[in-house]
């Protein structure tokens, strides 16, 4: 099982920037696609970011590609999300989660997930 911690979320203005750590536990962090979702009041949960398990290639939604950049350290077991350029739409709780063999765009393919991290970007 794998165990991830979302951290780094918080309060910030619009245009401003911010970044989401995920740590995860035990040794086989590297054999998961990691994967940044986000879910506002009210709204599905929507895909953000994946990254491969080597960390070479990415894909990200529309909405935020040329803002947000997702990252891994395979020796410190850590996933980022930077974020810039933040919107009031990017309101959300985002959650980490880890993926066995792909690199999906989609939740249910997804294996474990982090409890979230709230961000708020106010105007």
């Known amino acids: 099982q794998v165990q991830l911690v979302e951290s780094g979320g918080g309060l910030v203005q619009a245009g401003g920037s911010l970044r989401l750590s995920c740590a995860a536990s035990?040794?086989?962090?590297?054999?998961?696609?990691m994967g940044w979702f986000r879910q506002a009041p009210g709204k599905e949960r929507e895909f953000v970011a994946v990254i491969s398990r080597g960390g070479s290639n990415t894909r990200y939604e529309d909405s935020v590609k040329g803002r947000f950049v997702i990252s891994r350290d395979n020796a410190k077991n850590m996933v980022y999300l930077q974020m810039n350029s933040l919107k009031p739409d990017d309101t959300a709780v985002y959650y980490c989660?880890?993926?066995?063999?792909?690199?999906?765009?989609?939740?249910?393919?997804?294996?474990?997930w982090g409890q979230g991290t709230q961000v708020t970007v106010s105007s």
């Open positions: 989660a880890a993926a066995v063999g792909v690199i999906p765009t989609n939740s249910p393919a997804y294996d474990y």
């Open positions: 035990g040794r086989t962090f590297s054999r998961y696609a």
